[in-house]
């Protein structure tokens, strides 16, 4: 088992940063190095995507962390749906014990969640699609227990700014968010025939209402479906083992459009 670059990675990634986050951020790029597809020495394009990766990895569960102790204490549901979270990422061993890391550290009291939001929004070069992707995560994790308190919401506030987005945008992507999980859970149920609530759902889940026209809906959709295309977000810093995340979503897209498309003909 080759461990060396995760070794040297951890090292020098603390060494150059002093915190969990840089050394990190260095164990994950030695892992890729360990596994043969780490540093292209020919140039800085693939060590940037790697780091973004990392830096995608990381946050993610550090943020999921800072919003499960947001109201002072993490409930059994948080921590049922971080483990959940890895477990259908498929991580294991030392990935999986980065994400543990990474959430106690993000639920420790002080975390500075700007601080790091802001180097990971750095490294995103500011890429939307992917900023969105990343808030639509950490608002599931704060819902996970079925509902949203004060404290919850501010902390979503906090980490929204910091990725750029306004109070009124974040409220939007709420709505879209919660019927969008409403709108999965009840698409599962078999031979299920199309209820009022589910074709709200589906508007809501593409962001638009019910009196929207066929050109509204179908640019709502177009937009939707690229900014969770799977290869465009990995090619952007989404890591590899979060493509099913993306996947998930694009698939509720797609069928909240045709559920729609298919009440109108």
């Known amino acids: 088992m080759k461990i060396w670059g995760k070794v040297l990675g951890f090292?020098?990634?603390?060494?150059?940063?002093?915190?969990?986050?840089?050394?990190?951020?260095?164990?994950w790029l030695g892992h890729r190095f360990d596994k043969g597809v780490g540093?292209?020495?020919?140039?800085?394009?693939?060590?940037?995507?790697?780091?973004?990766?990392?830096?995608?990895?990381?946050?993610?569960?550090?943020?999921?962390?800072?919003?499960?102790?947001?109201?002072?204490?993490?409930?059994?549901?948080?921590?049922?749906?971080?483990?959940a979270y890895m477990d259908k990422l498929?991580?294991?061993?030392?990935?999986?014990?980065?994400?543990?890391?990474?959430?106690?550290?993000?639920?420790?009291?002080?975390?500075?969640?700007?601080?790091?939001?802001t180097k990971f929004k750095r490294l995103c070069i500011n890429r939307q699609d992917l900023l969105l992707l990343f808030l639509e995560i950490q608002i599931q994790v704060a819902f996970a227990d079925g509902s949203l308190d004060k404290e919850e919401r501010q902390a979503l506030h906090r980490v929204a700014k910091v990725l750029g987005l306004s109070s009124a945008e974040l409220d939007?992507?709420?709505?879209?968010?919660?019927?969008?999980?409403?709108f999965?859970?009840?698409?599962?149920?078999?031979?299920?025939?199309?209820?009022?609530?589910?074709?709200?759902?589906?508007?809501?889940?593409?962001?638009?209402?019910?009196?929207?026209?066929?050109?509204?809906?179908?640019?709502?959709?177009?937009?939707?479906?690229?900014?969770?295309?799977?290869?465009?977000?990995v090619a952007k810093g989404l890591p590899p083992e979060m493509m099913d995340v993306a996947k998930q979503k694009a698939q509720d897209i797609q069928a909240a459009y045709e559920m729609i498309q298919a009440q109108k003909t």
């Open 11 to 27: 090292l020098f990634g603390f060494m150059l940063s002093k915190n969990l986050f840089g050394a990190l951020l260095g164990l």
């Open 172 to 182: 939007r992507l709420l709505e879209m968010i919660i019927a969008g999980a409403n």
């Open 39 to 83: 540093f292209d020495f020919e140039g800085l394009s693939r060590q940037t995507d790697e780091s973004r990766q990392a830096a995608f990895f990381y946050s993610t569960f550090a943020t999921m962390g800072f919003i499960a102790k947001a109201n002072g204490r993490v409930t059994e549901h948080e921590i049922a749906f971080a483990s």
């Open 90 to 117: 498929g991580l294991h061993s030392d990935m999986r014990q980065q994400a543990q890391d990474a959430f106690r550290e993000g639920k420790m009291a002080g975390f500075p969640v700007e601080e790091h939001l």
């Open 184 to 233: 999965h859970q009840q698409s599962g149920a078999a031979h299920q025939q199309t209820s009022p609530q589910q074709l709200e759902n589906a508007y809501k889940l593409l962001g638009v209402s019910q009196n929207a026209n066929e050109k509204e809906i179908k640019k709502a959709y177009r937009k939707l479906m690229a900014q969770h295309h799977p290869d465009k977000l």
